[in-house]
């Protein structure tokens, strides 16, 4: 009779999931390194919950080869504690991916967030994941004594109450619930209110689709929590298992993929497929020059070193009422304005003076939010 196994499911999704986030998270990184040049708190706290879930990947891994998968009755003893072994590792992964990448995302969010009353929701969804998960971590690391009593029973020890660790199971959940969909929602209303083109706006809705379905994971395993109190632990909570590993995967991978948009421009405009190519160049002098009729400041951040990571942005990271002075006059940029009109350039002060030079200087008074 052939042994029941379901560990193959959650090595095809690890791998999948796996491979995904170290894709994303390396384009990441090339972005905002040699794009942008400015690598923020928020890639550094990424790359921590890429380390994280990998690390998640390995034992979960290292778990089904012993066992993860399996009824307790096909495995020897041994083999269910170090399977067990590694079950218990898995938690604590989990905990420091979530986490890590909650507070990635919500920074990045930061970037692109102008009303005071947005930046709140923002720094209390961080507070509420952060708060609930450390909780999470502490309850699961310390749920026996001594420790090793989760995965080997020979010897003298106890444990919570399984129900207690579903219960905050059941409590981190909705918490994540409820932060995920707040991380999901938010930038779209964040990015439909900006001055950009409906197209742009509409290319940004499988990132968010994606961080949704990073959420309905969570959903789905409410259904298996109660799982925790079965005896065939291993069996039991390989759904648990798979669901956890794609809410990982596809947070690092969704928060990552939303801070792409400079390099897809790029490309866009290597291949010919972008209306917004890099930048004219000024006549005789052989470097990128503004527009000299109209420049859209998301264009030009872009272009010229801006903190791309507010991809989708529109967020500026201009001092807000900074002045922009010229020979024509000046101009006070407003809260988020996405494009400024500079006008009358050479008619109103070359008219009658053709041989006149005319010198044009531009500030730009970059503000970093991390």
Not at 17 to 42: E, H, Q, S, Y
Not at 66 to 80: F, N, P, Q, V
Not at 167 to 173: E, G, R, V
Not at 350 to 366: M, S
Request: hydrophobic residues 45%; contains cysteine.
């Amino acid at each position: 009779m052939a042994v029941e196994n379901r560990g193959p499911e959650l090595q095809a999704v690890c791998y999948t999931l796996a491979t995904a986030a170290v894709i994303a998270t390396l384009l990441r990184c090339f972005v905002r390194v040699r794009l942008v040049k400015n690598f923020g708190f928020d890639d550094w706290c990424m790359c921590t919950a890429l380390i994280s879930f990998l690390l998640f990947v390995i034992c979960a891994l290292i778990g089904v080869h012993y066992g993860t998968g399996r009824h307790h009755k096909d495995l020897d003893d041994e083999d269910i504690k170090q399977a067990m072994k590694y079950w218990w590792w898995c938690y604590l992964w989990y905990c420091i991916t979530m986490i890590a990448s909650k507070i990635s995302i919500g920074y990045f969010l930061l970037r692109i967030t102008v009303r005071k009353m947005d930046v709140w929701i923002i720094y209390g969804v961080m507070m509420i994941t952060v708060c609930t998960g450390i909780v999470f971590f502490f309850v699961t690391l310390f749920q026996c004594q001594p420790i090793s009593f989760f995965w080997n029973r020979d010897q003298k020890g106890q444990c919570v109450n399984v129900d207690v660790i579903i219960a905050l199971t059941y409590l981190y959940s909705v918490c994540s619930v409820i932060s995920d969909f707040t991380c999901a929602i938010l930038p779209m209303f964040l990015v439909w209110k900006l001055n950009m083109g409906k197209k742009t706006k509409i290319a940004l809705i499988p990132i968010m689709a994606m961080a949704c379905v990073a959420s309905s994971a969570v959903v789905v395993r409410f259904a298996f929590v109660k799982d925790f109190k079965s005896p065939d632990f291993l069996w039991a909570t390989l759904d648990i298992a798979i669901w956890s590993t794609t809410e990982q995967g596809l947070a690092v991978t969704a928060g990552s993929l939303a801070t792409l948009r400079p390099l897809l421009r790029l490309l866009g405009h290597k291949l010919g497929i972008s209306t917004s190519g890099p930048g004219p160049t000024a006549a005789g002098i052989g470097i990128a020059a503004f527009s000299l009729t109209t420049f859209t400041r998301e264009d030009d951040l872009d272009r010229h070193g801006r903190d791309g990571e507010a991809a989708y942005a529109g967020r500026s990271h201009f001092d807000r009422q900074a002045p922009e002075k010229s020979v024509w006059g000046t101009r006070t940029s407003v809260e988020n304005e996405s494009e400024e009109e500079l006008t009358g350039m050479g008619q109103q002060h070359n008219k009658g003076d053709p041989q006149r030079i005319v010198k044009v200087t531009t500030f730009h008074v970059q503000e970093d939010r991390i």
